[in-house]
């Protein structure tokens, strides 16, 4: 009998032969390790490690993740690798350190979202569950995690009365023309 998954398997529309493995763990306990991992451009961790409090909702990942790839697929990747180009897109400037440092993981980091590109679910999953040590649960928790006030400051939103529709499209609009 399989054990029930947490994980969200998903295909891009424009790239059909690449699979986005999204995992949601909570009561991450080494976090410090990982971003020391991600620090040192540890090629085994080879997945996306986002800060989860920033992030909406799963539609808020693929557009991070259909633009990495996209970059990934003309040439264009302004990182190492597609994993930290998608972090990279959550960005609304140019400067990858500052995108990668508001939201990446921090030391103290305890909800994580892990994004991972192209094997199969079984291998993603297991390779996320070695990695990050925590408590996997349901992609649907995000919203129990999100902090859309945060999320406000960091677009400079103002304020929009947490109405996720609406900050949810504000975000899409700048993420899209970030470097235009």
Do not use: W
């Amino acid at each position: 009998m399989n054990p029930v998954t947490h994980m969200e398997t998903c295909c891009l529309e424009l790239y059909p032969d690449k699979k986005v493995h999204i995992a949601l763990f909570k009561n991450v306990e080494n976090a410090s390790e990982l971003r020391q991992r991600l620090l040192t451009q540890d090629s085994t961790l080879a997945c996306s490690l986002i800060n989860a409090k920033l992030v909406i909702n799963k539609i808020h990942i693929l557009l991070a993740v259909n633009r990495a790839v996209s970059d990934e697929f003309t040439g264009k990747l302004k990182t190492h690798n597609v994993h930290s180009e998608i972090l990279y897109g959550f960005g609304v400037t140019n400067n990858i350190g500052k995108t990668f440092s508001t939201f990446g993981i921090a030391d103290d980091t305890t909800d994580v979202l892990a994004v991972k590109i192209d094997e199969s679910e079984r291998d993603a999953e297991s390779h996320l569950r070695k990695c990050v040590q925590g408590h996997l649960v349901p992609l649907d928790d995000l919203s129990t995690t999100t902090d859309l006030k945060s999320i406000e400051n960091i677009y400079q939103l103002g304020n929009l009365e947490q109405d996720t529709n609406i900050i949810l499209s504000l975000v899409a609009g700048a993420m899209a023309l970030r470097g235009h």
